[in-house]
C-alpha cells in the first residue's frame, strides 16, 4: 500500500514551529482573559467595601484610619 509522500525534515519543523506558534497566541489570550477576570473581580471586591463605607456613616479616610489603628494594635499584639 502506498503511503504518499514522505514530509521533509524542514517541512516537519515548519509544521511544529506553526503549531507552537498559535499556542502561544493562544496562551496569551487566555492569560488576558484570566487578567480580566482578576481584575473583575478586584472591581468587584472594592465595590463591597465601597458600599460598606458609604453604609457605615464615616468618611474614607476615617475607615483608612481605623484600619491603620486596628493593623497596627495586631502586629503590636499578636495572639
Known amino acids: ?3 504518499g509522500q514522505r514530509k521533509t525534515i524542514e517541512e516537519k519543523i515548519a509544521a511544529k514551529e506553526e503549531i507552537i506558534d498559535a499556542m502561544q497566541l493562544r496562551l496569551e489570550s487566555e492569560k ?3 487578567q480580566a477576570l482578576y481584575d473583575e473581580k478586584k472591581d468587584r471586591e472594592l465595590e463591597r467595601v465601597n458600599e460598606l463605607i458609604a453604609a457605615s456613616g464615616f468618611a474614607p479616610d476615617e475607615v483608612a484610619g481605623l484600619l491603620r489603628d486596628y493593623i497596627q494594635n495586631r502586629e503590636e499584639n499578636p495572639e
Do not use: P, Q, T
Open 32 to 34: 488576558k482573559e484570566l
Open 1 to 3: 500500500m502506498a503511503r
